[in-house]
């Protein structure tokens, strides 16, 4: 099953080291970026569910960079991690975008319950699980699905687009939007491919509760 993506842009080797081995041994996965142009790169080439950003990095400061990737109307969570203590500094992280701020030194259990908090906030509850009728449920932190408890097997595309779908209840999802958030950068997106992960998702979830759009996309149907 996949884990959630973490992009973590920090120049401090040591603590980028430390800070990805702790949330790793929680089972997300850490892409660490030392500068803001590796930074890019790994949130155009990967599926990132959450960004922990420094501010003073190379190349472009942490606002900059949040900044120019909420211009392009990407909404990943962002947290802040940076010894700027100001309240200037706080209003302008907030400001440009990010969602929490975090000062350094912090305690890694700190962090780690800030970002548990990000991905319930994000999913729209305060449970662990979401429950989806039927037996199923949606385990908000494992990004997984089970049925009375059990895991259900979905390939990993097939719980990406399951966690789309209820990060945007009842809001129509192009096949672009779709694609950009299934596929890599070096994969062909396939519309094939994708009418049997919705399918799958149908038989699990009930047929009425992902509605086509004929030509544009699908829409998660939640009452």
């Known amino acids: 099953m996949p884990q959630p993506n973490i992009l973590l842009l920090e120049d401090d080797l040591q603590l980028s080291d430390t800070v990805k081995q702790f949330l790793e041994y929680f089972n997300y996965t850490v892409y660490p970026a030392y500068d803001a142009l590796q930074a890019k790169d790994i949130v155009y080439e990967h599926h990132i569910d959450l960004m922990l ?3 003073k990095v190379p190349h472009q400061s942490g606002f900059d960079f949040l900044a120019e990737i909420r211009e392009g109307n990407n909404n990943i969570p962002a947290i802040f991690i940076t010894s700027l203590n100001s309240i200037d500094d706080v209003t302008k992280g907030f400001d440009v975008g990010c969602d929490d701020y975090i000062r350094k030194p912090f305690a890694l259990k700190e ?25 199923y449920a949606y385990d908000v932190k494992g990004l997984f699905l089970t049925l009375h408890a059990e895991k259900v097997a979905l390939k990993t ?12 209840p009842n809001e129509l999802l192009t096949y672009e939007r779709i694609f950009e958030n299934l596929w890599e950068y070096d994969e062909n997106p ?34």
């Open 157 to 168: 595309k097939e719980s990406k687009l399951l966690a789309l779908f209820l990060k945007n």
């Open 53 to 55: 950003l420094d501010v």
């Open 111 to 135: 962090l780690l319950a800030r970002i548990e908090v990000l991905f319930k906030r994000h999913f729209g509850t305060h449970n662990e699980k979401v429950d989806l009728g039927n037996g």
């Open 190 to 223: 396939s519309q094939g491919s994708l009418r049997a992960y919705i399918n799958t998702l149908r038989n699990s979830l009930g047929k009425a509760s992902i509605a086509t759009i004929k030509h544009v996309g699908y829409r998660y149907v939640k009452e």
